[in-house]
């Protein structure tokens, strides 16, 4: 399955790429494929294992804020594998091209 989630913090100003910074590391370090975007992280694997890690970060944000929100949306498909890149690829297919896709300079 894949998940996209976004963790927000409430009541801690307006910049919060610090925040999302730690959650991330946490995302990483789990060995989890997933995908950063500017507004959610997308993650792939199995129920127990994504949702542990939200709960987890989760719990994280909660120690750095004063109020927390999250939201999850679940692409469920029991016994498919490579959903990040999949996706991508097969619409790239019926398009017969690569899609464009943003490109960040490193600053």
Same mark, same amino acid.
């Given at each position: 399955? !894949?998940?996209?989630?976004?963790?927000?913090? !409430?009541?801690?100003? @307006? =910049?919060? =790429?610090?925040?999302?910074?730690?959650?991330? $590391?946490?995302? $990483?370090? =789990?060995?989890? %494929?997933?995908? &950063?975007? %500017?507004?959610?992280? !997308?993650?792939?694997?199995?129920?127990? @294992?994504v949702m542990d890690?939200?709960? #987890?970060?989760?719990?994280?944000? &909660?120690?750095?804020?004063?109020?927390?929100?999250? *939201?999850?949306?679940? $692409?469920? #498909?029991?016994? *498919?594998?490579?959903?990040?890149?999949?996706?991508?690829? =097969?619409? @790239?297919?019926?398009?017969? #091209?690569? !899609? *464009?896709?943003?490109k960040l300079?490193?600053?």
């Open positions: 399955m !894949i998940v996209e989630f976004t963790i927000s913090p !409430i009541g801690v100003g @307006e =910049s919060l =790429s610090k925040y999302v910074a730690k959650v991330i $590391d946490l995302v $990483d370090k =789990s060995g989890l %494929p997933y995908l &950063l975007t %500017p507004m959610g992280t !997308i993650v792939e694997g199995e129920w127990d @294992e890690l939200i709960k #987890r970060c989760h719990h994280l944000m &909660l120690e750095m804020a004063p109020r927390v929100t999250t *939201r999850i949306y679940i $692409d469920d #498909r029991p016994g *498919r594998k490579g959903l990040l890149e999949y996706k991508t690829k =097969s619409v @790239e297919e019926k398009l017969g #091209r690569p !899609i *464009r896709r943003a300079e490193a600053q």
